[in-house]
């Protein structure tokens, strides 16, 4: 009976960290688009994409320490930490592994921002386009219930709305008044060669 | 008549002086140790780049940061009225390249770095000359490098930047460039005129420095003469002397001209009459208000518009914004446009509020003094232009300011 | 403590002005005009939360600092 106790939780804590983390990336994309109204501040977005992202890897917490001491799938600690390297779905969940480790490195470095600096801390916060897809891909991989029609239904509406925020971010472009009179300022003042 | 110092010698026609010209004139570059620091302080000399801060305590700074210093000879010159660190490096290059040595010995500078307008041909080509003739290990060793033609690639932190990234934009502080410059190295930079005046300092002491100098000023001062005179152009006076006697030696002036911009366009209007007493002294400026900026006296005829002078002046000054500080760029913008407004349709109260309003906000919210100076010009052309700014008239672009506007 | 700031960092988000209205408030192009006054004592903690919620770290709080001259 454990064992099945062990197993729902693995799947349903994976589809609600798959929900959070596209809640997630959708607020993360929305206050690069420094969407505020009247009723919801600019600091609500980046309050509730930081705090639902430590939701979420409680979630994936719950959802990676049930699967690895489940003993039906035999998996060690190790394949959590190193990709590929399970018997059971070898690649999906390989894929899984590596989606945790780029969100692990993003939460790091979000949290040490302070030290890390700003540059750092960007560079790799855009590993977050790697670790969601990367994570869609495993959990429509690995999972029992990948095929099923709740999941798929799930998994597809976590896709449409991802897809739409980020294809709108694209075309929306920087929201940042100063970037293009700053780049054209640059490109007046940069001087490659000396005498 | 003024004895003349950093422009003593052969006729400034004769183009760059030769090295073993201003040796035999002047004799070698004096040894000295630290000691030169001590002399710098006694001598009260204060820099000549815009801030007149005193050069012994930069000089000091910059020797209490751990590190090789940099020097960097600052002559971008981008204030577009002055000429005077031009006809300096054009026809004495030596006095600066003392200066400069003088500077690299005392703080043990590892590089030397001269940094010349890139449109300033004839001053880019005396510095180099000048470089190539010395045999000093230092000045063997210095760079020549090109300042980029816009008005911020003189700041020092943009000279800083331009060495160590190839973009000429001024970056924040801290640090500032005297703790950490090029390279992270304590970094001087200095304005030639400041190391021209060091040059004569090592040789004949801040005594002999003080001997020149009215009313309670020290030394002597390069000053540009520009805008509704006969003979605009660079004169050296004698720190004091009045800008009535400065305009008399730019071949004197209508006495019905309307008002005096001193310090160019980070400098402050004043009314003609009540400039004529003021001494051109940065301490005597600052106790009035007013400051010596880079030297330039520019004067507006009685035919001139103070209103649209200053529009022109902040439409340029708003864009020479880097565009990398929100209130700079987006704030000079908006006073700029409002001055345009008034000056081409005519006053209006909004306008007039909004330019008080903004030019207080826009203050000491940049990363460098751009908006500071663009401010603090425009604050006193309302005040020196206040009956203008309320009456000014509408009227057609083509007629906008007057022929020989400052 | 006063709260000091990186021009060239600020790209004008203004989340700041909403966490510390008291201590920051917004010029007409949605930039940062901090009050030049040390944080009163019962207003740190919010100076605090803005100072963490910028995006581009461009805040910091630090000793009330001597103007440098020059």
Known sequence: ?195 | MTRLRLLAGPDLSLGPERLHAHVERLGPTPVLGHSLIDMLEASGLTGRGGASFPVARKWRSVARHRGGPVVVVNGAEGEPQSLKDRVLMSTRPHLVLDGALLAARTLKASQVIVYVGEDHREARAAMAGALAERPDPELRRARLVAAPARYVAGESSAAVNLLDNSIASPMSKPPDPHEAGVGDAPTLVQNVESLAHVSLIARYGAEWFKSAGRRGGAGTVLITVAGAVPSPGVVEIEAGTTVREVLDMAGGVDPASRAVLIGGYFGTWVDFAAAQDLALDPAALRERGLGLGCGVVGVISSRGCGVCETARIMRYLAGESSAQCGPCFFGLRALADACGRIADKGSNADDLARLHRWARDVRGRGACRHPDGAAMFLQSALQTFAPEFSTHPAHWRANAGGRDAA | ?70
Request: hydrophobic fraction near 50%; aromatic fraction near 10%; charged fraction near 15%.
């Open chain 1, 1 to 195: 009976m454990t064992d099945q106790l062990l197993w729902y939780t693995t799947r349903a804590a994976g589809a609600v960290s798959l929900v959070l983390l596209t809640a997630v990336v959708i607020l993360g994309v929305l206050s690069a688009l420094r969407f505020k109204t009247a009723g919801w501040p600019g600091f609500l977005t980046t309050g509730l994409h930081r705090n639902l992202a430590l939701v979420t890897l409680v979630f994936l917490a719950l959802h990676i320490v049930t699967a690895v001491v489940d003993p039906f799938t035999h998996l060690g600690w190790l394949s959590a930490i190193v990709p590929f390297s399970s018997y059971y779905r070898t690649f999906w969940l390989g894929l899984g592994t590596i989606a945790f480790e780029l969100l692990a490195a993003i939460v790091v470095t979000s949290l040490l921002r302070e030290y890390v600096g700003h540059a750092t801390w960007r560079v790799i916060h855009w590993l977050t386009y790697a670790a969601w897809p990367i994570g869609v891909v495993h959990g429509l991989g690995t999972g029992t219930d990948a095929w099923s029609p709740w999941f798929f239904t799930l998994t597809l509406v976590c896709v449409a709305a991802v897809g739409f925020a980020v294809a709108y971010r694209l075309v929306a472009g920087s929201r940042d008044p100063l970037a293009a009179p700053r780049a054209s300022f640059r490109s007046g003042v940069e001087r490659k060669s000396e005498q």
């Open chain 3, 1 to 70: 403590m006063e709260i000091g700031i990186d021009r060239i960092r600020c790209d004008g988000r203004g989340l700041c002005a909403e966490l510390a209205p008291e201590l920051i408030r917004l010029d007409d192009w949605g930039y940062p005009i901090i009050a030049a006054s040390p944080v009163p004592d019962h207003l740190l903690s919010h100076a605090q939360k803005a100072v963490a919620a910028c995006p581009v770290l461009a805040l910091s709080l630090r000793q009330a600092a001597k103007r440098a001259l020059g």
